[in-house]
């Protein structure tokens, strides 16, 4: 039998509020690696999904949906202080889960940032207030209102996530290949100035999923790699990205923020709508869709350098997402069914035949043009190191275990985003299950080739403005 290193002890206990593919592809991780008795592990999900796996581990499990009227009654007798709230779920507020551990001194992990069911499209609520920046505002003004609390980690699996990290050690091999030597930034303010010197004007969540499976989708059907309801919803969200003191083309239905540090906009219009081109080393170029994501907002502003109080440098940061063919059928069904759920949903799993995640950041701006820095995992080899996954969900799960260990070690560190926590620590625990890890050069320019279907409009002074944004 394979020994695996124990990375942290867990202090208390560790209860899964969801267990669907995120949940049950960190499982086999979080056993793995944590010092942890099976017995101190629990999970409470909203339907039957995964129970066969949390039998076959020996985890106690049950079925009994979070609202905003019964979880504290359902959370109560289960959590003390020294536990860890591990949130995989959807449809359930994390601003108030995390308030709720903040309160309690209650470790807590989101993979992502999300309202109750239904918060997403609730037409009574501006837009402004739907979109991941003003939740981001939320859960920053807990940490403001608790400080010194236990650790709270929002928005950490993949993407967002781990590609934070990715984002500092592209920053660090750019310097170094251009010349100025390993230096590892040891505050924001230097990261920042960094990115400025560098000259990281744009970043790309650039991912490209391959990945297929037999049955194919079929009519009325959604297929996806991990969550289809957590796709549509963000996808449903108005699209959002980091926007770059460099930009000087605001887009026409673009709307920035009265509230917070304004380092991001929004579009009136859902992500799913949305597409932008950008690059992936095996793929090559592609449209992605323009989905809102916490990165978005939180690489923006944790990028972003101040000078007698004015922002002098920040850069543009967006998902721009290209998922397996499936979902991109499925996503284009959905916009013909006026964002109507199709009646069956799938996350594909045993049933993928091939294909590969390819999950990175794309910097660009700088002298040497694009930059793509990032984990390239096949289904197969995802298979290889770990069961329940294929390779979207083991991307993710590796975020999950990074961000517990790191949390173990900083107990007190708050509410934090990926930005804030060090990027070598959850890096190293994480990359064993990322495949291969790698950085590739490239000249492609999201401006490259356009004179084919639009007319030549660049102008060679301003090469980053915002014109390679299409709206669908
Ligand atoms: N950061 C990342 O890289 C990343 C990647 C993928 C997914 N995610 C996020 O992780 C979360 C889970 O994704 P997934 O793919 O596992 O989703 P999934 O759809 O496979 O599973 C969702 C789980 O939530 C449970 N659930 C639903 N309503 C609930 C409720 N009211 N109370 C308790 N449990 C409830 C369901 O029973 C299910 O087990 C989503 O929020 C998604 O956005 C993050």
């Known amino acids: 039998m394979v020994e695996h290193k124990k990375h942290a002890r867990l202090p208390g206990k560790l209860v899964f509020i969801g267990f669907g593919s995120v949940g049950q592809g960190a499982l086999p991780l979080l056993l793995r690696h944590l010092d942890v008795r099976r017995e101190a592990v629990s999970i409470i999900n909203g339907d039957e999904r995964g ?14 949906p979070l609202t905003p009227r019964n979880f504290r009654g359902i959370l109560d007798p289960v959590l003390r202080p020294g536990d860890f709230l591990l949130n995989v779920s959807v449809d359930v507020s994390s601003t108030d889960l995390i308030e709720y551990c903040l309160q309690r001194g209650i470790f807590y992990l989101d993979t992502c940032i999300e309202p109750w069911l239904g918060g997403y499209t609730d037409a009574s609520v501006p837009a402004a207030r739907r979109t991941n920046y003003a939740l981001r505002e939320k859960a920053r003004a807990l940490d403001a209102q608790y400080p010194g609390a236990a650790t709270a980690m929002v928005t950490h699996g993949a993407n967002p996530g781990l590609v934070s990290h990715f ?25 920042a100035l960094l990115a400025e010197r560098v000259g990281m004007k744009v970043v790309h969540v650039a991912e490209r999923d391959t990945q297929f499976a037999i049955p194919q989708k079929r009519p009325q059907e959604f297929v996806n790699t991990w969550s289809v309801e957590g796709f ?20 026409a239905d673009g709307m920035s923020y009265d509230f917070g540090p304004g380092c991001s906009i929004f579009l009136n219009r859902p992500g799913v709508s949305v597409r932008v ?28 350098v101040r000078a007698d109080e004015r922002v002098r440098f920040r850069p543009t940061v967006h998902y721009a997402y290209h998922p397996c063919d499936g979902a991109v059928l499925s996503v284009h069904e959905l916009c013909g069914r006026n964002y109507r759920m199709q009646p069956e949903h799938r996350v594909l799993m045993d049933d993928i035949q091939g294909g590969i995640d390819e999950l990175g950041v794309l910097l660009m701006g700088h002298k040497r043009g694009a930059y793509w820095y990032g984990s390239q995992l096949g289904i197969e080899a995802a298979r290889t190191l770990a069961p329940y996954n294929n390779a979207t969900t083991l991307q993710v799960a590796a975020g999950v275990l990074g961000a517990i260990v790191w949390a173990c070690e900083n107990p007190r560190a708050g509410v934090v985003d990926p930005d804030d926590m060090d990027f070598r620590r959850v890096l190293e625990v994480a990359r064993p299950y990322l495949g291969n890890m790698v950085g590739v050069y490239s000249d492609w320019t999201p401006l490259q080739e356009r004179g084919v279907l639009f007319p030549e409009d660049t102008d060679p002074a301003d090469p980053w403005q915002f014109k390679n944004f299409r709206v669908m």
């Open 277 to 304: 081109r950008s690059w992936t080393p095996l793929n090559g170029p592609y449209h992605g869709l323009l989905i809102t994501h916490g990165e978005s907002v939180s690489i923006a502003d944790y990028f972003t």
């Open 232 to 251: 549509v919803g963000e996808g449903a969200q108005p699209s959002e990205l980091g926007w770059g003191t460099h930009e000087r083309h605001f887009p």
């Open 51 to 64: 129970a066969a796996e949390a039998a076959a581990y020996g985890i106690a499990y049950r079925v009994e």
């Open 167 to 191: 984002v500092k050690q592209a920053l660090v091999n750019l310097a170094r290949d251009s010349g100025d030597g390993e230096v590892i930034p040891a505050s924001r303010e230097q990261w």
